[in-house]
């Protein structure tokens, strides 16, 4: 490489491709089922330590950890989906189509 090349290519913005972006996807998508799995764990364990008889409930925990886990539900749903288009997007390993490029997914 000369150094015009270099210099030419330190002055333009590297292309970010969306295909780069599926690694991440997916390593988001592992962290949130981990925590979905965790918070799953939460639920169970709460209502199972609930003692009608003593009195004992846990209504708002239980309540805000099956809001959370509707949450995680949706994050994890969004990224896959989001994955999903872009392999669809692809025309071969090598690039993108030229919908993808422009920015359009679908």
Known sequence: MTHADESRSASEPVEKRLSD????LEAEVARLSLEREKTMRLIRELRESEDPQNGVF???EIFEAQQLKL???VDIKFRTNKINRIRLGM??????SSGVKSG???
């Open 21 to 24: 972006d599926i690694p991440t």
């Open 91 to 96: 025309q071969d390993e090598a690039g993108v």
């Open 104 to 106: 359009f997914l679908f």
């Open 71 to 73: 949450r995680l539900d």
């Open 58 to 60: 846990h209504p708002a």
